[in-house]
Each structure stands twice: as C-alpha cells, then as structure tokens.
DNA sequence: ACTTTTTTCAAACCGCTGTTTGAATTTTAA
DNA sequence: TTAAAATTCAAACAGCGGTTTGAAAAAAGT
C-alpha cells in the first residue's frame, strides 16, 4: 500500500460518507462524490471498484464505529441496575441528536436502509447485528426474566423503536403540530423520561 | 370533467401509488408509471403538470385515508377504558402489517418521507396532522392527566415509535438475528403485548 | 354538420448518470 | 539510473431521466 493512494482513498471515503448520508445512495452521484473530494472521476472506479463497493465501505464502517459505541459499554453495565444500564443504554442510543458528529451521519445513512434495504445492507445485518441486539436482549431480560425467547426479541426491537422514533423524524417533530425542539438540554430529559415509561411497561408482569 | 380523461388520471394514479410505495420518488420514473398504467408518456405532464405534481396528489391522498383510519373512531374510544382504547389504537397501527392492502402501501410512501421530507410533505404534515396527533395526545392524557404539554407530546411520538419500528422494518425483523415472523397472529400478540407495555410505562408517575 | 376544445400520441430534446478508455504521470523496486 | 508497476487524469461512451413539441384523434358544444 503505497501513501498517496491511501490518502485518495481517504478523501473519498470522508466525501461519500457526508454525501450519502445527506442524499441517500441514489441521491448521490459520483460527480458530487469526486468534485467535494477534489479527486479524479475515475479514482472510484479504480479504488473501490465503483459506486457499489464505494457503498459497501461506507456501509461497514458506518456500522462498525455505531454498534461500537454500545458493545464498548457492554460490560460496565453489568455492574450498574438494571434501571440505570437501561437509563445508560438510551442516552447512548439518543446520542446522535446531541452533536451533528460522526454518529448522527452514520444513523442517517442506517436510515437510508431501512427504506429499500441494500442486499450489502441485508447481508450486514444479519451476520453483525447479532452483538448488538444481544445486548439489548439481555437488558431487557433483567426486567423479565422469565419471558420466552420472542418476548425478550420484541421487547429489545420494542426498546430500539422508541428511541429511533426521535432520532429519525428529528426535524419533524421540531415543528407544528409537535414543537418538540430537541436541544441539548431536552434531549437529557428525554433520556430520563424515555427510561422511566420503558422500566415500567417492561417492570410489569409480561 | 370528461369520462375518458378521469380514466386515465385513476390508471395513472393507481399505478404512481404502487410503484412511489415501492421505489420511492427517485426510484420511480414516470416511463415506468405510464407503462404500469398503460397510457402516454406525456399524458403524466397533461393530467399533473409533471412528476411532481403527481407525487404530490398521491401524497395527499395517501395521507388523508391513513389518518382517517384513526380519526373514524375517535367517538367510540371515548367509551372505552383508557387501556382498551390504547390496545384498539396500537391495533390500527398495526394495521398495515396484517394485509398487503392500501394501507401498507401508504405507510410505505410515508415511510420514504422520512428519510429525506419533500417540501410538500412538510407542508402536509405541518397542516394536517394535528387532529391525529391531537388523538395520541388525548390518549396518553388519560394515563397522564397531570403531565404537561411537552411530556404529553413526547408520550405520544412514544407511543407512535413503539409501533412504527414494527412497521418500518418487518422484512428484517424476520430475518436472523432477530427472527420476528409477523403473521396474522403474531400480530395480535404484538399489539396486545404493545399495549401492555407501554400502559405499563405511562402508567406510573411521570 | 361543423367548429372548438380536450385529450392522446410518437418522437425528439437535453441534461445527467455510472463506467470505460488509453495515455500521462508518479511511485516503487532493482 | 532504469524498468516496472501503480496511480492519476481528461475525454468519451452509452443509457436513462423528465419534459416539450406539434400533429392526430376524440369529445363536446353549437
């Protein structure tokens, strides 16, 4: 691997992810691509093998650096209670509305999947989700330790719905008839609130 | 109005609905739409001045007949206690995954929405959503009589989370890791455990 | 019956798409 | 220093996108 090929690489790597996120893969031509990462046209073909494997690379990473954030985590939380792991799974969850970083771009181009899923997106799911939802599965069976297999399932798919449900219609609902505007401050409350209402429809007999 | 030329517009309707639920806007081409419909290319530019105006009509409509669905039994969920009105509204939520009906297809052209919000949806929902959102709110209310505005608000969006991660990624939720079947009964089960849950959440002290 | 309006139609227009090409340039290795 | 490999580049290619056009056909009005 020789440097300046590593750096082309880079640029465009940086570019993609920033267009794609915004566009969508569709939305995003690879004229955009190459003009915002001041490299040649053909730089894609010959790096990445096209706009595909461009895609797919973006794709992997984007979900390596998101289910990261939590499965770094997972074993401090063991220690905590089982409200306060949950408290801390939902912050993090909530995490991409605090700061227009990384994370909230990589949730944008997840977002983009969940639409018409990918089959690169399908087949990376369903080899490398598994970690992730793991230890959504094993917070909520400290709530319900004796429900079955697909109670735990829906009540981790349950759990995730309520927090992307405010990290995908952000801009939505900071308008009419809503006018949640989900600063930093709010997003704290929310976290706390969000953690409370789950504890206690999970806290019940299922 | 003329007969003929109303046929054409339903031909073109119909078939624009189907494929905008399918590929979204951008993946729908108007040659594709004319072909399904079985009508001139430029008939599309005659009937809706272009692509756009289209969209837009589809638009419309698609959300006028979804929230109808709810608004139709406001009256009758008066009459029920607060966690049978919560099930039987989960339940219309929830709609859409018993049948590969209008229904689905609706929520499916919303859906692509929320990704990337045309200018005439933000319109559209800025305008018209307030009786259905005032719905959920007035729900929640029963569980939280004393909450204010904003925590009513959230509680809603909430609650709509809680069901739409269900709809949004069923293909997926199917599928390992997860392995969520949402047949007819399955479906049942889900609503009924929903609302469980989050009766279960609202109905402490918020 | 005739005129006017509405509606359909095939063809063309023009801009944008992802990809390919083959030569020029740079980097690496001997 | 020199030969080979890797990388960059401008240009062209082929196909699809939405829209426009102007004439033909159908329908409505008189």
């Not at 990462?37 to 390596?64: M, T, W």
């Not at 429900?147 to 995730?160: G, N, P």
């Amino acid at each position: 691997m020789t440097r300046p090929s590593e750096i082309t690489r880079e640029r465009i790597m940086k570019s993609a992810e920033r267009l794609f996120a915004e566009r969508g893969y569709d939305g995003t031509s690879i004229r955009a691509i190459v003009t915002k990462a001041r490299v040649n046209q053909a730089a894609i073909n010959y790096h990445f093998d096209g706009k595909d494997g461009l895609y797919r690379e973006v794709l992997r990473e984007a979900f390596r650096t998101l289910t990261a954030q939590q499965l770094e985590h997972a074993d401090e939380m063991k220690a905590l209670s089982r409200e306060a792991a949950l408290t801390a799974f939902i912050r993090r969850q909530l995490h991409p509305l605090l700061a227009r970083d990384e994370s909230s771009r990589h949730m944008r181009i997840f977002n983009w999947e969940t639409v018409r899923p990918t089959t690169v997106f399908r087949k990376l799911l369903s080899e490398e989700a598994a970690p992730f939802m793991g230890l959504a599965v094993e917070l909520v069976r400290r709530f319900q330790p004796e429900a079955d297999e697909r109670t735990s399932m829906a009540a981790a798919v349950w759990l995730l719905g309520q927090c992307s449900v405010f990290l995908r219609n952000r801009e939505q609902l900071a308008e009419p008839p809503m006018g949640l505007v989900l600063d930093e401050a709010a997003v704290d409350w929310l976290a706390d609130t969000i953690s409370r209402w789950a504890a206690g429809g999970l806290g019940r007999r299922a």
